[in-house]
């Protein structure tokens, strides 16, 4: 198996309105859907952000149902402080809830976390020793 992820699927509660959010409120194109089911979005060189009818993906994945925050974490770095109060600001216009607001971390970096319609935690961040080469290969 190669290193490689090619998509993140999240269970969500509301297909519609996680695509209201991701794609209306955020502004991120929808690659393909079949509505009340499925949305995905195509979010970075070949990796697609599922949006999944929670039901659906816990009876195919063979899991019971989540508790009241997703335990998972998805981050987004960016090239400074600016950036991500930025973001921060664009998420919290969308319908995002601040949970977290941006401050300078003990690592080094800056960072805060949103949650979305259906509590994933998303963090944004500068981390000023975390680069992404042209190639798409990360530099420590």
């Known amino acids: 198996m190669q290193p490689r992820v090619d998509f993140i699927s999240l269970g969500v509660r509301s297909v519609d309105a996680s695509r209201r959010f991701y794609a209306e409120g955020?502004?991120?194109?929808?690659?393909?859907?079949?509505?009340?089911?499925?949305?995905?979005?195509?979010?970075?060189?070949?990796?697609?952000?599922?949006?999944?009818?929670?039901?659906?993906?816990?009876a195919e994945a063979g899991v019971g149902a989540p508790g009241p925050v997703p335990c998972i974490t998805l981050s987004h770095n960016l090239p400074s402080t600016e950036a991500v109060d930025r973001v921060m600001a664009e998420a919290a216009s969308a319908g995002a809830t601040i949970v977290a607001a941006p401050v300078t971390q003990p690592w080094g970096g800056y960072s805060g976390y949103f949650a979305d319609p259906d509590g994933f935690r998303w963090e944004i961040a500068y981390n000023p020793t975390w680069a992404v080469d042209d190639a798409g290969k990360v530099t420590v």
């Open 26 to 58: 955020l502004g991120w194109p929808v690659h393909r859907e079949f509505p009340g089911d499925v949305v995905f979005i195509q979010v970075n060189h070949g990796l697609i952000l599922s949006l999944w009818d929670a039901a659906q993906m816990h």
